[in-house]
């Protein structure tokens, strides 16, 4: 379950002095169990589109449904990872990830649940009493992971959250992505503006353009689901990697 | 690190608590130098360790009642104002009706320094302990509001947005994610306020007052007593250390989450 559906989405955003078309006449079907990834330059809209199907943005015009049901707001069956550190410093990496399940009611306060078997998931289990501080920015990242899965969510989306890391932790990071959605099946909107991690990580990859902000074209990653980091010297990973590099260029230039 | 290294660290003198120390310890030895030992300064200007010392021993329960009232004072103050002023400042941060009530006024009043109101409280609340204590709130009251209200703007709105989708209502967001994240701010609040509790509370004893370390001041300068206008100061810079290393204490456990701990 975690089937989205956006229909003529758009969204403005006014103030006294403009008012600026964030998002126009946006159509996108993700199909349950699916990871779309979303790539284009800043400014294209791609993270205002997520903030619209995690609730957070109400949209101007269109809709957003999942499974069916209209998006009224933020929910549990969204989870966010965002590009910021978003981890609780005042809890520890166990509280951390018993939080969704514990406000839910899911879970007394103190009780720990299932928390271990998604600190395992993200290989973290050595560190569930550690206070975030005492963790690097990649092991921070793994938690937001773990405490967003813990949740229970039906769509999980994924706002730039490796951007801040650097290039062996991201490859870290994208294994260890792979292994607890293999473990456990979610759909997937992941935004980046890296096309290399788009391709690796996607299904389909939805490259957007900016002014006007919308869907440019959606390309379908033909790796299946088992993939090595050495799939990106292939000539089929290259060849798709240039390609939405020029459509993007080529947008980027237009506009700028 | 290379052995180098480790022996140039085993031979250069590192710094620690025994600097602080050493340097009390000089101040102590000074004063005793200029004033006992060679009588460059006049006792009058500034009085001996000796004549200190044995001003306490004559005070002796009279500087404990003195010294207890003007404790009791700022603690009942600088708590009572400070959790006002943490309330009222959530109120505000909650509510812009509240905001743009409460602001101006307190704007307005925040750069009066309390001490200025104490011929209005003398005549409002006598020279007892009301008066203090409100003077005290007063000023701790302020200090908390404005902190309070900048440590709500403060908390990253991607905290606020994680908790909603991990599935927090409004309420939990509040109490599991607003009030943990301004903890460190309230106690660095709180830091603040008792230096400015015991300020305003002796400076409120000097006016009038019937006990109290700043009465005690005042009343041995009419005096000229110096002995015990140095030992009334030295009790409140005591008295004033001591509850700052408690508050810090406490603030350093509390907050061992906080990246700089």
Redesign the interface.
């Known amino acids: 379950m975690g089937a989205i559906e956006i229909r003529n989405l758009a969204k403005v955003f006014s103030s006294s002095r403009r008012t600026t078309h964030a998002l126009n006449e946006t159509n996108l079907s993700i199909g349950d169990g699916e990871f779309v990834c979303i790539v284009g330059p800043s400014g294209c809209g791609k993270t205002t589109l997520l903030n619209l199907i995690a609730g957070f943005l109400s949209p101007t015009s269109g809709e957003i449904t999942v499974d069916g049901r209209v998006v009224e707001g933020p929910s549990a069956e969204r989870a966010v990872v965002f590009q910021a550190d978003a981890v609780f410093p005042w809890l520890t990496v166990e509280q951390n990830v018993a939080f969704g399940p514990q406000v839910q009611g899911r879970l007394g306060r103190g009780a720990t649940g299932d928390v271990h078997h998604y600190l395992d998931l993200v290989g973290l289990a050595d560190f569930a009493k550690a206070f975030p501080k005492e963790l690097s920015g990649g092991m921070r990242k793994r938690v937001d992971l773990a405490r967003a899965y813990a949740s229970g969510p039906k769509v999980l989306l994924l706002d730039e959250p490796f951007g801040a890391l650097d290039v062996f932790t991201k490859e870290a990071m994208w294994l260890a992505l792979k292994r607890v959605i293999k473990a456990e099946p979610k759909t997937i909107v992941f935004v980046t503006h890296d096309i290399e991690e788009a391709l690796f990580l996607g299904d389909r990859v939805v490259v957007m353009t900016p002014r006007p902000a919308r869907v440019h074209s959606v390309i379908e990653v033909p790796f299946g689901p088992e993939r090595d980091l050495d799939i990106r010297a292939t000539q089929e990973f290259q060849t798709l990697r240039t390609q939405i590099a020029h459509t993007l260029r080529e947008v980027h230039d237009d506009a700028a | 690190m290379t052995p180098r290294d480790t022996s140039r660290a085993r031979r250069r003198i590192t710094p620690g608590p025994w600097v602080s120390i050493g340097v009390v310890l000089l101040v102590l030895v000074l004063w005793w130098v200029a004033t006992s030992g060679t009588e460059w300064i006049r006792p009058l200007y500034f009085p001996t360790p000796e004549s200190v010392g044995a001003a306490a021993t004559t005070l002796g329960s009279t500087l404990a009642k003195d010294a207890g009232a003007t404790l009791l004072r700022v603690l009942v103050s600088w708590l009572g104002g400070s959790a006002l002023g943490v309330v009222v400042g959530l109120l505000m941060a909650r509510s812009t009706w509240v905001m743009y009530a409460l602001n101006p006024l307190i704007e307005a009043l925040r750069p009066v320094p309390p001490v200025a109101l104490i011929p209005f409280v003398i005549l409002w609340f006598g020279i007892g302990d009301d008066g203090k204590i409100f003077l005290g709130a007063l000023g701790c009251f302020m200090v908390m509001v404005v902190n309070t209200t900048v440590a709500v703007g403060n908390v990253?709105t991607?905290?606020r947005?994680?908790?909603?989708?991990?599935?927090?209502?409004p309420n939990?967001v509040y109490r599991?994610?607003l009030l943990?994240?301004i903890?460190p701010e309230i106690l660095s609040g709180l830091r603040i306020g008792s230096a400015l509790a015991f300020a305003v509370i002796v400076a409120a004893e000097f006016v009038g007052a019937d006990v109290g370390i700043g009465r005690l001041i005042m009343q041995a300068s009419r005096t000229l007593n110096t002995p015990v206008v140095l030992l009334g100061t030295v009790v409140v810079a005591i008295m004033a250390v001591l509850v700052d290393q408690v508050t810090t204490r406490v603030s350093r456990h509390v907050?061992?989450?906080?990246?700089t701990?």
Do not use: K
């Open positions: 990253p991607v905290y947005q994680a908790a909603q989708s991990l599935g927090a209502q939990t599991r994610v943990p994240a903890v907050t061992r989450w906080a990246a701990g």
